[in-house]
């Protein structure tokens, strides 16, 4: 059966990024899949990371910088951009900063982003 969900759980991170996590671990339990909203402050970076899991970025305004095993890209609003399970990956954002929303397929879990120190 169908559900709706009425809020979303804000995860507070470092560095000035909000996450709104309408689905996953955290708001809902699912294990399944996360979709979370997330805004940056221009020239914010986090640490790379080698995930179990999939990610796929829909970016809704500004720009997501994404450094991976072939390269960096840009992603603009209205772009988007999948990681593969295992690939190494850095997201930071552009001059203006950056709101996008991000799947996760299974959900996020610190323990499985495996980010670098």
Known sequence: MGRLINTATRIPVPGGKIIDEHVGRVNTGDDRVSIARMVAPAGWSEPAQTPEFAEYTLVLR?????????????????????????????????????????????AFSPDTAHRDE
């Open 62 to 106: 500004g720009a997501v910088l994404i450094e991976h095993d072939g390269g960096t890209d840009e992603v603009t609003a209205g772009q988007a951009f999948v990681s593969e399970p295992g690939e190494k990956i850095r997201y930071s954002t552009g001059p203006e900063g950056a709101e996008y929303v991000a799947v996760c397929l299974p």
